[in-house]
């Protein structure tokens, strides 16, 4: 895979994003990005910048940061809940990190507005993963371990600030199909499925094996 690949994947809460994002990093063999890391990259520069007055420091936690794949135990992992109030600390910096972190690529980048943030890199392609309230809000009450009433008061919210939150920082409605290369509806097909798709299109798009 080129190391100028970027893969931007936005999703509806309850889509499998964390699930299909890492595999899908795995089978590139690309970073893989979200929340998470972003959170812990924010966190571990600052530690940097207080403890070093080297001005390189910074740039060195970048490239070894951006030579380790950062992916966790799918079997066991659970996505966080978004939340509902502002993360502006991270967010003030949110690009800044993405674009560090993906360097030149290869990357896999859940979130976190990537679709609009990475919207001029020559070598990024941004899918979309949505799907059915029902199996959204099935997931949700699997994952969470919710009650029907629980789960779809939860997963209303969490759609919410999903979308007030790209609006914030894209000025842009993410369920506008525009914004992406290709969409799919993950709930008409296994997680397998929608891999191997993904990486047909990838295919298609660049010609390169996969």
């Known amino acids: 895979m080129s190391s100028k690949m970027i893969i931007t994947i936005s999703r509806r809460p309850g889509c499998g994003g964390v699930e299909i994002g890492q595999r899908l990093a795995r089978r590139l063999r690309a970073i893989y990005i979200d929340k998470k890391t ?28 951006g030579q380790t794949p950062i992916l966790y135990d799918v079997e066991s992992y659970i996505p966080e809940i978004r939340s509902i109030v502002s993360d502006s600390p991270v967010s003030d910096r949110e690009e800044e990190i993405l674009l560090d972190l993906a360097g030149e690529g290869p990357a896999v980048i859940l979130g976190r507005a990537g679709f609009h943030r990475f919207r001029d890199h020559p070598g990024a392609l941004h899918f979309f993963l949505g799907a059915e309230l029902e199996y959204r809000l099935a997931n949700y009450m699997r994952l969470y371990r919710l009650k029907e009433e629980d789960a779809r008061e939860l997963l209303h919210a969490t759609d919410l600030a999903t979308e007030r939150y790209i609006h914030k920082v894209t000025g842009k409605d993410m369920l506008d199909l525009r914004n992406y290369d290709l969409a799919m509806d993950v709930g008409k097909i296994d997680f397998n499925q929608a891999i191997e798709v993904l990486l047909d299109y990838i295919h298609a798009r660049t010609g390169e094996p996969i």
């Open 38 to 65: 972003v959170s812990r990259a924010a966190e571990g520069l600052e530690a940097v910048l207080k403890e070093s007055e080297d001005s390189g420091s910074a740039t060195k936690f970048w490239q070894i940061l």
